[in-house]
C-alpha cells in the first residue's frame, strides 16, 4: 500500500503530519495534536480553519480541532492562565502510526501532571477521534479535568443552518449569562451570537446544511456535555486571530465532559472520549 503520511514543516512555523489518502486527505500539527483539516474524497472541507488564525509555536490555532485540557474556557482561579487549558500550546509525541484499507490512524501521547493522554485519530471517509485521559498511578489523591474536542466546521452559511439532536437537552447560556435554560424542544437555528453548553446529554447531533448540500452527522462516546457556539458579528471583529466575515462560514459543535459534566479520576482509572464525524448528502 502506498504511504499516505508525510511529516512537513508548516502551516506557519508548525511542524505537520499530511495524510493523502483515495477516500480523504488530512493534517494534524504536533503542536496541541491539532487536527487542522479532514476531507473527504468529493467534498469541500470540512473540517473550517481561520485564515487569521496565528500559526506560531506556543499560540493557539484559531479553527481546526482544538484539545481542551484540563479545564474549558478560563482557568476557574487564574485568569492568567492560558483559555482552554495547556495541552493545546504543548507538543505531542507521535507514538505509532498505522495504514491500511480501512484508514490511516495516528496515536500521540502527551503528559500533563498527574494526567497522561493518549489521542488516537483515524482519517477514512469519516474522521474517528479519541481521547483518553489517565490518572496515573503515582497520583497522590484523586483529580478532576475537563475535556472537550472543540471542533470547528465549514459550513455554507451559518444563517441557513439547522442543528438537530439536542432538542431535549437543558443548557448554560454563556452570551446571556443565564444557567439552566430549559430544552428548547426544537432544532437549533441561528440569527446571532450562540454561545451554549448542553448538559446531561449523550445524544448524536446532526449539522444540516442546505448551503453546502450535505449533513454532518457527530457521533458521541464517553461524552456527556456539548458545547455549540458561533460568534457573530461583533466579537468575531474584536478576535485578531478571526476574520471579520468569517462568523458566516463556521460552526463549532463539541464533544465534551465540561461544567456538572467535569470527570472525577482515581489514580490508576482512565476515561475515554470518542467522536466519529462523517458525511451524508
Given at each position: 500500500m502506498?504511504?499516505?503520511?508525510?511529516?512537513?514543516?508548516?502551516?506557519?512555523e508548525h511542524?505537520?503530519?499530511?495524510?493523502?489518502?483515495?477516500?480523504?486527505?488530512?493534517?494534524?500539527?504536533?503542536q496541541?495534536?491539532?487536527?487542522?483539516?479532514?476531507t473527504?474524497?468529493?467534498?469541500?472541507?470540512?473540517?473550517?480553519?481561520?485564515?487569521s488564525?496565528?500559526?506560531?509555536?506556543g499560540?493557539p490555532?484559531?479553527?481546526?480541532v482544538p484539545i481542551?485540557?484540563?479545564?474549558?474556557?478560563?482557568?476557574?482561579h487564574?485568569?492568567?492562565?492560558?483559555?482552554?487549558g495547556?495541552?493545546?500550546?504543548?507538543?505531542?509525541?507521535v507514538?505509532?502510526?498505522?495504514?491500511?484499507?480501512?484508514?490511516?490512524?495516528i496515536l500521540?501521547?502527551?503528559?500533563?501532571?498527574?494526567?497522561?493522554?493518549?489521542?488516537?485519530?483515524?482519517?477514512?471517509?469519516?474522521?474517528?477521534?479519541?481521547?483518553?485521559?489517565?490518572?496515573t498511578?503515582t497520583?497522590?489523591?484523586?483529580?478532576?479535568?475537563?475535556?472537550?474536542?472543540?471542533t470547528?466546521f465549514?459550513?455554507?452559511?451559518?444563517?441557513?443552518?439547522?442543528?438537530?439532536g439536542?432538542?431535549q437537552a437543558m443548557?448554560?447560556?454563556?452570551?446571556?449569562?443565564?444557567?439552566?435554560?430549559?430544552?428548547?424542544?426544537?432544532?437549533?437555528?441561528?440569527?446571532?451570537?450562540?454561545?451554549?453548553?448542553?448538559?446531561?446529554?449523550?445524544?448524536?447531533?446532526?449539522?444540516?446544511?442546505?448551503?453546502?448540500?450535505?449533513?454532518?452527522?457527530?457521533?458521541?462516546e464517553g461524552?456527556?456535555s456539548a458545547?455549540?457556539?458561533?460568534?457573530?458579528?461583533?466579537k468575531?471583529?474584536q478576535?485578531?486571530?478571526?476574520?471579520?466575515?468569517?462568523?458566516?462560514?463556521?460552526?463549532?459543535?463539541?464533544?465534551?465532559?465540561?461544567?456538572?459534566?467535569?470527570?472525577l479520576?482515581?489514580?490508576?482509572?482512565?476515561?475515554?472520549?470518542?467522536?466519529?464525524?462523517?458525511?451524508?448528502?
Amino acid at each position: 500500500m502506498q504511504r499516505s503520511i508525510s511529516r512537513i514543516s508548516g502551516p506557519g512555523e508548525h511542524t505537520s503530519l499530511q495524510i493523502h489518502r483515495s477516500d480523504c486527505c488530512g493534517a494534524l500539527t504536533l503542536q496541541g495534536a491539532h487536527v487542522i483539516d479532514w476531507t473527504p474524497a468529493g467534498q469541500q472541507p470540512v473540517i473550517w480553519m481561520s485564515q487569521s488564525s496565528a500559526l506560531a509555536p506556543g499560540r493557539p490555532i484559531r479553527g481546526g480541532v482544538p484539545i481542551c485540557f484540563p479545564w474549558f474556557a478560563a482557568h476557574p482561579h487564574d485568569p492568567q492562565l492560558p483559555l482552554h487549558g495547556t495541552v493545546r500550546l504543548q507538543d505531542w509525541t507521535v507514538a505509532e502510526q498505522q495504514e491500511d484499507a480501512e484508514g490511516t490512524t495516528i496515536l500521540l501521547q502527551t503528559l500533563c501532571d498527574p494526567f497522561a493522554l493518549s489521542y488516537r485519530v483515524r482519517f477514512a471517509h469519516t474522521l474517528c477521534l479519541e481521547l483518553t485521559v489517565e490518572l496515573t498511578e503515582t497520583a497522590a489523591e484523586p483529580a478532576e479535568f475537563e475535556s472537550a474536542l472543540h471542533t470547528y466546521f465549514a459550513v455554507g452559511d451559518i444563517r441557513e443552518v439547522q442543528v438537530q439532536g439536542l432538542e431535549q437537552a437543558m443548557y448554560h447560556d454563556k452570551v446571556s449569562g443565564v444557567r439552566d435554560c430549559a430544552a428548547a424542544d426544537a432544532p437549533i437555528h441561528f440569527a446571532a451570537e450562540t454561545d451554549r453548553i448542553y448538559v446531561e446529554t449523550q445524544s448524536d447531533i446532526t449539522v444540516h446544511d442546505p448551503v453546502l448540500g450535505r449533513r454532518i452527522r457527530i457521533l458521541r462516546e464517553g461524552s456527556d456535555s456539548a458545547v455549540v457556539w458561533n460568534p457573530w458579528i461583533r466579537k468575531s471583529a474584536q478576535m485578531a486571530d478571526f476574520g471579520d466575515e468569517e462568523w458566516r462560514g463556521m460552526l463549532c459543535i463539541e464533544a465534551a465532559n465540561v461544567d456538572r459534566n467535569r470527570i472525577l479520576l482515581q489514580p490508576g482509572q482512565s476515561q475515554t472520549m470518542r467522536v466519529r464525524i462523517a458525511v451524508e448528502q
